[in-house]
């Protein structure tokens, strides 16, 4: 069978892209199309080398897993909230390799499976629309399954009481921010430097604001009790100054006692105050 570079490359990159899509899709991560592009190219690229000659031993299954991970690591970035899309990625892929070889079986010369790597002969007109309505249907679906996850965000002009000082912010509520208080699973609102320092008393807001380390100032006493709260993603990495507001107002809706956790990442041009859903 006589392979031709442009088709295998074409091939292996749009499988690989709506793959790509797909997890995010599932897993409620966000669109990153140039992401997505540079991790499919990247796979595309892989899947060329593979079938060069001397090079088959690239396609073993040690090595397909880890190019496999490479490719989520550039697609959806190296953070814990990305296992979900990870985990989807390599189950969609499997699914996949299936069909592909299932197709290559019955397909006779127009499909075949070299190294691991899809070739399907045909026009480039009618796999670019062979694609199109494929992705139409598998997004059709997932969504009347409630299958995807949606990712959304929005700003909710909100006030938080610590004792007698009090903060208003915009609260950013997003899908992203994973962190909940370990104590009862509830809501933590992560707020910067700049409200902190509104909230905490007049010693505490100071060492937060020369960014003191939070093992230094949770020692600090005489404001309210302070604990340490560890975070990984869009909150902020390591450990964070955590307290608990005695009352929020989130959008006009009272919420009670909540955490409040300090992250030197808010800078309040982006957001100035984020919390999950």
């Known amino acids: 069978m006589t392979v031709y570079i442009d088709e295998l490359l074409a091939v292996n990159f749009i499988l690989d892209y709506a793959l790509l899509r797909a997890s995010a899709r599932i897993a409620g991560r966000r669109k990153n199309r140039p992401r997505f592009l540079l991790a499919a190219a990247g796979g595309a690229l892989y899947a060329l080398v593979c079938c060069l000659p001397g ?10 897993l880890l190019a ?13 909230e990305a296992l979900r899309a990870y985990g989807w990625f390599f189950v969609l892929g499997a699914a996949l390799a299936g069909g592909v070889g299932t197709l290559a079986r019955f397909g006779g010369d127009r499909a075949e499976v070299i190294f691991g790597a899809a070739y399907v002969r ?3 007109w009618l796999l670019l629309t062979s694609s199109g309505a494929v992705w139409a249907v598998l997004t059709l679906v997932t ?21 007698e000082n009090r903060a208003e912010v915009d609260v950013l509520t997003d899908t992203g921010c994973l962190l909940r208080d370990p104590a009862d699973n ?28 939070p093992e230094e100032i949770v020692a600090l006493e005489g404001g309210p009790a302070m604990r340490l709260l560890g975070a990984s993603g869009v909150a902020g990495e390591g450990l964070l100054l955590c307290f608990t507001a005695s ?15 300090v992250s030197p990442n808010l800078d309040g041009e982006a957001a100035e105050a984020l919390t999950g859903v």
Do not use: N, W, Y
């Open 55 to 64: 090079a088959d031993f690239l396609s073993s299954l040690p090595l397909r």
């Open 68 to 80: 496999g991970g490479g490719m989520c690591s550039a697609a959806f970035g190296v953070r814990r």
């Open 122 to 124: 045909m026009p480039l």
């Open 143 to 163: 969504r009347i399954t409630g299958l995807t996850r949606s990712v959304k965000s929005e700003k909710r002009h909100s006030v938080i009481f610590c004792g």
């Open 186 to 213: 509830g809501r933590v609102i992560v707020v910067g430097r700049e409200t902190a320092e509104k909230l905490l008393p007049g010693h505490i807001g100071a060492a937060v604001r020369k960014g003191l380390p």
């Open 247 to 261: 009352e929020v107002i989130l959008g006009g809706v009272p919420q009670g006692p909540t955490a409040v956790a």
